[in-house]
């Protein structure tokens, strides 16, 4: 390290030293990331690793080693970051945070072994209990939402659910394994069950209203019994034992004791780390699923079976429209380029090879030249799919180019998005800020532009939108221990004055020529979608 650079780094280095550091873990679909961010909440160092769900027995999961091995090797990479960039080890931070997917069936018996799979989110197996539910609790029940896999698994009788002793998220899981401590984020526990606004807790009413349905079909066990303890972003959430230490990091380097926020969602770190956590204000997360969530001034008037009301990590009611699918078509076809260009003697890097994909959408006609792609992977409940099935069509007179071709595949990532966007314009919610975060748009100008276009309002991108839900998680971490050492701001008033005052935010205005493109394209697309349902039925 020569004389100039060590310098530079050296208050950063006494920062990770004295611990004035916190550290922020999201498992997602695709990556488990870490991010190291220092007292400014700037990135320090970062680590990540690669998994992806497996389909068995014709269920998503994951499996808890898998999500072992999978914290483990992101947090090695990260503190062999952390010794490249600054020449000592990762000991010790002042907070921690955990986030991840959201939804889905985790459930432990007594003696706290796993029931059954985890059952991620993209499974959507729980049609009558998620209608069952929806209608009885006067609130839309989406069907990856834990509670309807708890109804549906009673409905259906399955063996396991007499043990049910303990149900949880993902990250309520991992934050449980490294502290003990049984509790949730309030933005993550609103995925598991509805959140009473005014109490910020599980809403009691509903509880009473399950646990009837539930006592009807011989499941006896109250759910609030079964469910973490809800905590709102800024409380203390327990800390990193000496187990929870040594399942982080086996080489025993990391020491116990370090104070941990609450576990959030990866749609509740989105918004953080787009800064849309204050009501009219709103973001998108593109990943493996696709979701916007907008922050409501009032409730909804009516019950939409394509919008969730979920929360902010303080507690904030949320319009949500999620999809199941979002960028992994999209990268599957860069991957098959890449492999054809490899074919021919390029030595193309994966990631050019994506970014001109992007590129060359921009070039492509506004209504995609009378292609159409969908990218469903997995069922989709905006679009009325129990499964999915991937497909590219077209008609003789279209026109098949890479142009044509990239746009639409970018067309199919923000579709169904934007056609779940259109019930919350109908209820007239007002959206000031729509800001984008994700992989997706570190290709600027692009994926950005034509998502202004789908939801036809502008779109901001920030500095931090590469960085994502384990950025977002950290600054939780880091805001919990600002209030433990007597920060009284809002966690709204805290990020604008703290975190973004000097943000720097790239804007993209609807172009009026791809509004119109894509209506265009939105008018074939739901009129094709009858071939996706047949091939649903035709294609097992």
């Known amino acids: 390290m020569n004389r100039d650079r060590d ?34 909440q700037t ?44 020449g000592v080890p990762l000991t010790t931070v002042g907070g921690l945070g955990v986030s991840a997917m959201m939804h889905g069936y985790l459930a432990l018996d007594a003696a706290d072994r ?4 985890f059952r991620t989110w993209r499974n959507t197996s729980t049609g009558p209990a998620a209608a069952e539910l929806t209608e009885a609790l006067g609130f839309n029940i989406p069907l ?38 049984r509790v949730l984020g309030v933005g993550d526990a609103s995925g598991l069950f509805p959140i009473d606004a005014e109490t910020g807790d599980y809403d009691a009413a509903m509880l009473d209203t399950f646990d009837g349905l539930a006592a009807g079909r011989g499941f006896t066990t109250p759910l609030r019994r079964l469910l973490p303890t809800v905590l709102p972003a800024g409380a ?38 787009t800064n849309a956590v204050a009501p009219r204000t709103g973001n998108v997360s593109a990943g493996t699923s696709i979701f916007s969530m907008v922050v409501l001034e009032r409730a909804l008037a009516h019950v939409h079976e394509e919008i969730d009301v979920v929360t902010t990590p303080a507690g904030d009611p949320v319009a949500m429209v999620h999809c199941n699918n979002g960028s992994s078509e999209l990268g599957a076809w860069a991957g098959l380029l890449g492999e054809f260009a490899r074919g021919i003697g390029s030595d193309a890097d994966p990631n050019a090879v994506f970014a001109a994909l992007l590129g060359a959408a921009l070039e492509g006609e506004p209504d995609g030249g009378g292609l159409l792609a969908y990218n469903y992977l997995a069922g989709e409940t905006i679009t009325g799919l129990d499964e999915g099935r991937p497909m590219v069509v077209r008609t003789p007179g279209s026109r098949l180019t890479l142009a044509n071709f990239a746009r639409t595949q970018l067309y199919s990532v923000f579709a169904t998005l934007a056609l779940g966007m259109r019930t919350l314009a109908q209820e007239g919610v007002a959206i000031d800020t729509l800001l984008a975060h994700g992989g ?3 290709t600027e100008g692009v994926a950005q532009r034509l998502l202004a276009a789908a939801v036809n309002a502008p779109v901001a991108v920030a500095s931090t939108a590469g960085e994502g839900g384990a950025w977002g998680i950290a600054v939780l971490a880091a ?13 709204a008033a805290w990020l604008d004055e703290q975190v973004f005052a000097d943000a720097q935010t790239v804007v993209a205005q609807p172009d009026p020529r791809d509004v119109a493109g894509i209506e265009a394209y939105l008018e074939r697309y739901t009129a094709g979608l009858a071939i996706v349902h047949a091939a649903v039925g035709a294609i097992r």
Not at 46 to 60: A, K, L, M, P, Y
Not at 68 to 76: H, I, K, Y
Not at 238 to 247: S, V
Request: hydrophobic content about 45%; glycine content about 10%; some cysteine.
């Open 7 to 40: 310098s530079d780094v050296t208050p950063l280095r006494d920062a990770v030293v004295a611990g004035r550091t916190t550290l922020g873990i999201e498992l997602g679909s695709t990556n488990i990331k870490a991010c190291l961010v220092g007292p400014d």
């Open 43 to 86: 990135t320090l160092a970062v680590g990540s690793h690669t998994w992806e769900n497996q389909f068995v027995d014709r269920v998503w999961t994951y499996s808890l080693d898998a999500v072992r091995e999978g914290l483990q090797s992101a947090f090695a990479a990260l503190a062999g970051d952390v010794q490249e960039r600054y």
């Open 114 to 117: 796993l029931l059954v799979p």
């Open 144 to 181: 990856r939402w834990s509670a309807a896999h708890l109804y549906q698994a009673v409905l259906d009788a399955e063996p396991h659910v007499p043990q049910v002793a303990f149900l949880t998220s993902l990250a309520g899981y991992v934050h449980w394994q490294l502290t003990g401590e």
């Open 236 to 273: 203390a959430a327990g800390h990193l034992t000496a187990a929870g230490a040594a399942l982080l990091d086996p080489t025993g380097t990391l020491a116990a004791g370090i104070p941990l926020c609450p576990p959030e969602g990866d749609a509740g770190t989105g918004m953080v780390a």
């Open 440 to 442: 997706l748009f570190r």
């Open 479 to 491: 805001y919990t221990v600002a209030v433990a050492d007597g920060e009284s701001r809002t966690l």
